[in-house]
């Protein structure tokens, strides 16, 4: 069992930063692949990124264009997204995510099993 939880949303302006954190708790921490994906009203779950156990692999939604960076502090069960350049249109709910079983990063949110419950970023112009 993996349990996550997502902190640091809010509302900012457009051009501003946030920076995204989910602490794991249960499994080791630094046996898994973690995710971030986002929901905004009305569509469906967006990949972002994704880090693998060590850290030192990650991947990227193209869509983003260098504006996130995922990282993971393993002494501290942690995995942060860096958001910069924000847009009204980053506005949605954003999800931390376990991959406990597959030995490569995906994207596909079918994959991971376990899942934070969320935390809100709204992106005002």
């Known amino acids: 069992q993996v349990q996550l939880v997502e902190s640091g949303g809010g509302l900012v302006q457009a051009g501003d930063s946030l920076r995204l954190s989910c602490a794991a708790s249960?499994?080791?921490?630094?046996?898994?692949?973690m995710g971030w994906f986002r929901q905004a009203p009305g569509k469906e779950l967006e990949f972002l990124a994704a880090?693998?156990?060590?850290?030192?692999?990650?991947v990227y939604a193209d869509s983003l264009r260098g504006r996130f960076t995922i990282s993971r502090d393993n002494t501290k069960n942690t995995v942060y997204l860096q958001m910069n350049s924000l847009k009204p249109e980053d506005t949605a709910a954003y999800y931390c995510?376990?991959?406990?079983?597959?030995?490569?990063?995906?994207?596909?949110?079918?994959?991971?099993?376990?899942w934070g419950q969320g935390t809100q970023v709204t992106v005002s112009s």
């Open positions: 995510a376990a991959d406990t079983t597959q030995s490569y990063i995906n994207y596909v949110p079918n994959e991971y099993d376990y």
């Open positions: 249960g499994r080791t921490f630094s046996s898994y692949t």
């Open positions: 880090i693998n156990w060590g850290g030192s692999s990650t």
